[in-house]
């Protein structure tokens, strides 16, 4: 909903631009290299907030990303504004602002069906604060399921909104139902497909992860989470 919103006014730029029926086009490619701009400025500020060190060979890390994913990212949808709204979590987790995560997770709810992400992502961090830290963090989470929930509750396409999350999430995404032809997208890619397109930034991460063992570095509770949440999205493909 939100993202079509967001398309409108480039749209209407791009018919100024060119009168022809490519103007629309234009107008939303336009949108699309501004998102995905956004999304690299964030990661580049999520790296300079973490005072990462190397952080311009880090941030040329996002080269070696699969070229499907680099594609699809600049296709006109909605991924890299979910993204941004997945990176924003991160930026606002990590520096304890943790209200910010209620208006956030709404208006993710609003924006891309992506958002089941974000309770998932802080449910994550949760869990591992209180296995490492011994201490219960409510406050993240709590914000992010009511602002989900309200999201979800306060929708214009509410309560349609609600089956067709449940058909997206367990029809079409897991247990796919060949019945619901939901595309190719829905189902996981080849195990080889996979880790050869992958393998380039999987070994990166790997590598760091080995060199802060090896000198002894005991992995903070950030670090556990991003570790937990590529396992997770590596199972869930």
């Not at 300079?48 to 006109?76: A, N, Q, V, Y």
Request: with cysteine.
């Amino acid at each position: 909903f939100l993202f079509h919103i967001f398309l409108a006014p480039f749209i209407a730029l791009g018919k100024v631009l060119d009168p022809t029926i490519f103007g629309s086009l234009l107008g939303a490619k336009i949108a699309i290299v501004l998102l995905v701009t956004l999304l690299f400025f964030l990661f580049f500020i999520f790296l300079k907030k973490e005072k990462i060190g190397s952080m311009w060979m880090w941030f040329t890390t996002l080269l070696l990303l699969p070229g499907d994913f680099l594609f699809r990212l600049h296709t006109i949808r909605a991924p890299a504004l979910g993204l941004i709204f997945l990176l924003t979590g991160f930026l606002l987790l990590w520096n304890k602002k943790y209200i910010w995560l209620l208006p956030l997770s709404f208006f993710f709810v609003w924006s891309y069906g992506g958002f089941v992400f974000l309770p998932v992502m802080v449910g994550i961090y949760t869990l591992i604060h209180f296995l490492k830290e011994e201490q219960v963090l409510i406050k993240p989470l709590f914000y992010v399921v009511l602002g989900t929930g309200l999201g979800l509750l306060l929708n214009p396409y509410f309560p349609a909104n609600i089956n067709f999350l449940l058909i997206q999430i367990f029809q079409t995404g897991l247990g796919y139902d060949p019945a619901m032809n939901g595309g190719q997208e829905w189902l996981s890619p080849n195990a080889w497909i996979f880790f050869r397109a992958t393998a380039p930034i999987l070994c990166f991460f790997g590598f760091a992860l080995f060199w802060n063992l090896l000198k002894g570095k005991k992995p903070d509770t950030k670090t556990l989470t991003l570790v937990a949440i590529t396992v997770f999205f590596i199972i869930l493909n």
